[in-house]
């Protein structure tokens, strides 16, 4: 995050979109290859077509959530080795675009998960399984009871996010000073609550938190009306107009389509030694 409003101090949005659209790096070509419908990459390599979203466009600000303890289990998640955003190069192609869209409005998209590992997706499972461990209800599932999580959608056993073509994001209004770091055992605050009792967060005031397990989490849910309606509909016209499409039930979650693995997940972790040429 430093290094971010470091690389933007100075320069008007204006400059920084005027530059990105100069450099921007070609349309994706749409081709699918056939899928397998395996789980791949175990042994820690990832295919060429994986980059490294920074790589591709670096003023996208990053807040890895699975990276840190401020999670749904209240622990970092398995496979998450560095603090990094990895995509399907014509997904992180995608969001460059959209990114030099929104610079020019003045704001910056911020992303909270990219490629997710199926090691990942499994400690998922095996916490929703354990309907012992409440650690983080009181701020990411205040509502939902544990045992409905996989009934409801919430858990399940395989994400899209192992396809490499999804990421979950939001919009902070530049220029944004960092979130602050979540400190493990702070007093949780429900993720529906209104926005100055939330957990901080930069980003624009979108109705919940990110991973909030309720529905009004879901993109067009009517109770969210007005400036936090405004905003989400922002960043869901902003994304589609690059190719990405909404998951109805999570305002944060969008695919870029046609994927370039539709039906290949993977597991290799998320670091950049997984990538071609990664060091």
């Known amino acids: 995050m430093t290094r971010l409003a470091a690389a933007l101090r100075g320069l008007t949005v204006t400059a920084v979109a005027v530059a990105l659209t100069a450099a921007a790096v070609p349309q994706a070509t749409g081709t699918v290859p056939k899928a397998d419908a395996a789980v791949r990459g175990a042994a820690g390599t990832a ?3 994986f980059v490294a979203l920074r790589d591709v466009d670096p003023t996208i600000r990053q807040e ?14 398995t496979g998450y080795r560095q603090p990094m ?8 192609r995608a969001l460059h675009r959209a990114q030099v869209s929104f610079l020019r409005r ?11 590992p199926q090691r990942a997706v499994n400690h998922f499972v095996d916490w929703a399984k ?18 409905t999580l996989f009934r409801d959608g919430y858990i399940a056993e395989k994400s899209g996010h192992s396809r490499g073509s999804t990421v979950d994001l939001t919009l902070v209004r530049l220029p944004g000073p960092p979130t602050r ?7 949780l605050r429900k993720c529906y609550a209104p926005k100055a009792q939330r957990f901080p967060d930069n980003s624009l005031d979108m109705g919940t938190g990110f991973d909030c397990f309720d529905t009004l989490a879901h993109t067009l849910d009517p109770r969210i009306q007005g400036r936090q309606r405004a905003n989400r509909l922002l960043l869901k016209q902003g994304l589609e107009h690059a190719g990405f499409r909404n998951y109805d039930k999570e305002w944060w979650h969008y695919t870029f389509t046609p994927e370039t693995f539709p039906d290949t997940y ?9 990538l071609s040429g990664g060091h």
């Open 47 to 49: 295919p060429p077509e």
């Open 181 to 187: 770091p979540y400190i493990p055992g702070e007093p």
């Open 85 to 92: 955003c990895i995509l399907t190069r014509d997904a992180a």
């Open 130 to 147: 354990d309907l012992k461990n409440q650690r983080m209800k009181g701020e990411f599932y205040p509502r939902i009871d544990k045992s």
């Open 106 to 116: 003045g704001y910056t998209l911020k992303v909270y998960d990219c490629y997710r």
């Open 266 to 274: 993977f597991d290799f972790p998320v670091w950049r030694r997984a």
């Open 64 to 77: 890895i959530r699975y990276f840190t303890p401020h999670t749904f289990m209240g622990v970092p998640v």
